[in-house]
């Protein structure tokens, strides 16, 4: 059996086919951030205990399945796969680069075409729970919440003889490092980040506004601009083509943005009950909600995309059944996590360009679930 890389185990857990994962990290790691799915069976074992007695932690396994051994960047579990192989395993293997590859692991699915010639994509960073777009028209691309790994997009638009015009963020992340500007410098595309966002951005920007539409590809309308404030205070929606709702961190399938990321949990609760029982409702209900985050696994669908549509949502997300100002401000704010996305500060700090982030360090700044959203 070869090691299993982890696109290859994402595309297990999309396709809900059932995997056996032995987790070898410690047990707090294990808490902070682990695969969980319903078609992943875990084992946790730590290193140690396999290591001191490999025989009772192969009677805990699986005998007639394959069962991937998880750990922290890789190298324990191949220690742990032959440990196990020793003691009479045959069916064991390590998945390459461990948590930290999985963390980092993106591939992009078509969504849809648009009216008027083009195609919308989702970029599914599947281990962060992280979602970013690349919308095309007339061979024009716009990249919305770009990670890091820049290259991903731009191979993506190079084979397919595509310019990257415009690179946009929708708000100031918290959970992971934004990929925008390094994107916009290497492409020459425009970055646009929301105004009310980086009053304190150590770098120039096109303002993202309410009401303004950003010129592109074949779209006459263009991108469309709507302040969202909630999540932040400078949260931006898009309407791309009158089919689509990029609702960045403020509306998710399953739950809602969190407000408590800057420590204004209080007035920006108001902006989201605002944002989400006064404005959103303003558009069609026929939109298909393109959010930049998803907390569980079980939120990618059959196509293997995270999407639903607007009246969907009305109807059945918990928190969008709120609507008297007061109940959906003590709900939400009673239901905040209680742990922040792990180094948060930094993460914001670095994406306003206050903070330089070596790059042999961004994958430990970024360890972790994006704990973006309000516990459903
Ligand atoms: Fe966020």
């Known amino acids: 059996m070869n090691p299993l890389h982890t696109a290859e185990l994402a595309d297990k857990v999309k396709a809900k086919e059932t995997v056996h994962l032995l987790d070898i990290r410690q047990e707090a790691d294990i808490q902070d951030w682990a695969i969980g799915a319903e078609n992943v069976i875990r084992y946790d074992i730590p290193f140690a205990e396999i290591k001191a007695n490999p025989a009772k932690a192969r009677n805990q396994l699986p005998k007639n399945d394959p069962v991937y051994v998880m750990c922290y960047k890789g190298k324990s579990a191949q220690t742990a796969v032959s440990l196990l192989e020793a003691a009479g395993m045959e069916e064991v293997v390590h998945v390459v680069g461990g948590m930290q590859a999985w963390g980092e692991t ?16 989702q970029f599914m960073r599947i281990g962060k729970g992280c979602l970013s777009y690349m919308i095309v028209s007339n061979g024009e691309a716009a990249i919305v919440d770009p990670a890091r790994f820049t290259e991903v997009y731009t191979s993506f638009a190079n084979e397919n003889g595509w310019q990257i015009k415009h690179v946009l963020d929708t708000h100031l992340h918290a959970d992971h490092l934004s990929g925008g500007r390094k994107l916009a410098e290497e492409t020459g595309a425009a970055y646009w980040f929301p105004t009310r966002d980086g009053k304190e951005a150590a770098f120039a920007f096109s303002p993202l506004e309410d009401g303004i539409r950003i010129p592109f590809g074949q779209q006459e309308e263009g991108m469309r601009c709507i302040a969202s404030p909630g999540h932040t205070e400078g949260s931006i929606s898009f309407v791309v ?4 709702l990029l609702s960045g961190d403020i509306l998710f399938t399953e739950s809602i943005g969190r407000p ?18 006064e404005k959103y409702p303003l558009l069609s209900l026929d939109l298909i909600v393109l959010p930049s985050h998803f907390s569980e696994l079980s939120e990618i669908g059959p196509d293997g995309t995270v999407q639903a549509r607007m009246e969907d949502l009305y109807r059945k997300n918990p928190r969008l059944q709120l609507q008297d100002a007061g109940e959906f401000i003590a709900s939400v704010l009673g239901s905040i996590p209680a742990q922040q996305p792990n180094s948060y500060q930094l993460i914001r700090e670095s994406n306003q360009g206050k903070e330089t982030i070596a790059g042999s360090e961004e994958a430990d700044v970024e360890s972790g679930p994006n704990r973006c959203a309000v516990n459903s």
Do not use: F
């Open 241 to 244: 083509d009158d089919t689509y």
């Open 106 to 121: 993106m591939s992009p699915r078509k969504i849809g075409d648009l009216t008027y010639g083009g195609a919308i994509y």
């Open 260 to 277: 408590d990321l800057a420590g204004q949990a209080e007035q920006w609760v108001q902006d989201l009950h605002t944002t989400l029982y």
